[in-house]
């Protein structure tokens, strides 16, 4: 990737939007690049935390060193472990040779922690001893090895929230959170929809060798209006599909999903314990719902419910293309295929 240019403060190549909430990022971006401490990128699925990530890595000092990518939510604790730090042979049953860690790889540029809020409790430990002593040991062995690496986290949900569900440890969080950059869902910076419409009408354009598509009037209010629960990947993802099947060189309201035109109901984007809670009330309020004090597990019951129900939907609408269904969710396909398994799903989509 070409490195970032630095002459104009006010955008970051390769980055859509000059509404307020982006000069925003780009100036937290910006300052955050001049130093070496750790970076907490904080926002919704699709938001562009990675993009943002690598701005950092790359307006910085250690632009010229590596920059290492690993998405904590998408394997499992012990291959994270050993993907993060290394493991010597005979560590466990398959590992037949030594392997160099993540964190090693990076050494002299930074790593991008993704997913950080899915580490296990052990990790987090480990990972809290690498940002205060800059020191770790490969997994089965007891030699320790110094890196200098900078860390750079994102999480897509509150992590002060999941400190107090105690899924998250406090002094991890504190000390990840010394430069924390928001990144504002698309709803948010609505007034930069225009230009990213049109960047990734040209961008596809090109891909598949045709004319961009004109956009009428009528179809532009309709993206306006939409919410975006799945954000800008969500539009690039729509946009996309209209540059490859439309016939007539336009972007017709026709080429956008119901939901989109309001002619069937949005999927439900990430919601707070705070909006579900209102809803259990609500639900309680017209007795659709039974109360019950004891049940303290309300919340998680009906996120599982309404998550389950939006995955089986969606696998549907895409035939069981798992790919095509992570990318219309905006998750990880791992994470996807482990949320399959989760709910037993694997039956009701053949």
Not at 32 to 51: D, F, I, P, Q
Not at 227 to 238: C, D, K, T
């Amino acid at each position: 990737m070409t490195k970032l240019s630095v002459e104009n403060s006010d955008t970051l190549r390769g980055v859509i939007g000059d509404s307020p909430a982006m000069q925003e990022v780009y100036r937290t971006t910006r300052l955050s690049a001049r130093s070496s401490a750790t970076v907490l990128l904080m926002g919704e699925t699709g938001t562009g935390k990675e993009l943002i990530a690598r701005a950092v890595h790359e307006l910085s000092p250690r632009g010229s060193g590596p920059y290492v990518r690993v998405n904590c939510g998408a394997l499992s604790e012990s291959l994270l472990e050993s993907e993060l730090f290394g493991h010597v042979k005979g560590a466990f049953t398959s590992a037949v040779d030594n392997r160099t860690g993540r964190f090693e790889a990076a050494h002299g540029g930074t790593i991008f922690l993704d997913e950080i809020n899915s580490m296990s409790f052990p990790l987090q430990v480990k990972l809290l001893r690498v940002l205060q002593e800059h020191e770790f040991e490969r997994v089965g062995d007891t030699k320790t090895i110094s890196v200098d690496t900078r860390i750079l986290a994102a999480s897509n949900r509150e992590l002060l929230d999941e400190v107090e569900k105690g899924r998250f440890r406090e002094d991890l969080y504190y000390r990840l959170n010394v430069l924390p950059i928001y990144l504002p869902p698309l709803r948010e910076r609505i007034d930069d929809l225009d230009a990213l419409l049109d960047f990734f009408i040209d961008k596809y354009a090109k891909e598949n060798d045709c004319e961009p598509l004109s956009v009428p009037e009528q179809t532009r209010q309709f993206l306006k209006t939409y919410s975006w629960p799945g954000n800008v990947r969500e539009l690039e993802n729509y946009v996309e599909r209209a540059v490859v099947i439309s016939t007539t060189g336009q972007f017709t309201p026709d080429l956008l999903p119901p939901h989109v035109r309001g002619l069937a109901p949005v999927r439900l984007g990430m919601k707070t314990e705070k909006d579900l809670n209102s809803i259990c009330e609500e639900l309680v309020t017209m007795g659709m719902m039974q109360s019950s004090t004891e049940d303290k597990d309300l919340y998680q019951k009906i996120v599982s419910l309404v998550e389950k129900q939006l995955i089986l939907q969606t696998l549907k609408n895409c035939q069981g293309v798992q790919t095509k269904t992570a990318t219309r969710l905006g998750i990880n396909r791992n994470t996807l295929h482990k949320k399959i398994e989760e709910y037993g799903l694997s039956e009701d989509v053949r």
